[in-house]
């Protein structure tokens, strides 16, 4: 891909590729002040009858994205800018759902009594137990509706 014209989304030239390193291509735009950029693969299409990638990213984006120092770049900066996972931590989980005391994931166990819901298994258990009140559930007035204008057929206790 060395030497391919880069075409953006919105169909602008941004330069060549002068260097392809691991996961990136290194994109090379302007003329007289030149200025370098790592481009992800994941975003590359390459034509190779044509000598062109065409990427789908837009030009702003490319020209906003962190410049090369020199022939170094920072990986983890330019996922990051790119929205790509390897650019974050990922938080330490036992996975399969479980996590670990320090996890900033939490279940919608611990979401729902922040709330002030308790957790389903502790319904069911009062239920059985026979600590719930398992009336039956209170029947609202419904609203008047369509096929009943004046709600006259509406639940009344």
Excluded at 3 to 31: A, N, Q, W
Excluded at 106 to 117: A, L, N, P
Excluded at 119 to 124: N, S
Aim: hydrophobic residues 30%; aromatic residues 4%.
């Amino acid at each position: 891909m060395k030497g391919y014209r880069v075409v953006t989304s919105d169909e602008h030239k941004v330069g060549r590729v002068v260097d392809v390193r691991d996961e990136h291509l290194i994109v090379e735009h302007g003329t007289v002040r030149k200025s370098r950029h790592a481009l992800p693969k994941a975003f590359a299409h390459p034509i190779d009858a044509e000598e062109v990638v065409r990427v789908t990213v837009g030009k702003q984006l490319i020209a906003d994205s962190p410049k090369l120092d020199g022939d170094v770049f920072d990986e983890g900066a330019v996922a990051r800018y790119y929205g790509l996972a390897s650019g974050s931590e990922h938080p330490d989980t036992e996975g399969r759902g479980e996590t670990l005391p320090q996890d900033p994931a939490e279940g919608s166990e611990v979401e729902g009594e922040r709330h002030g819901i308790d957790p389903a298994e502790k319904t069911r258990a009062e239920i059985r137990e026979g600590k719930h009140d398992a009336a039956a559930p209170a029947v609202r007035e419904r609203m008047a509706n369509a096929n009943d204008p004046a709600g006259t057929t509406a639940n009344h206790h």
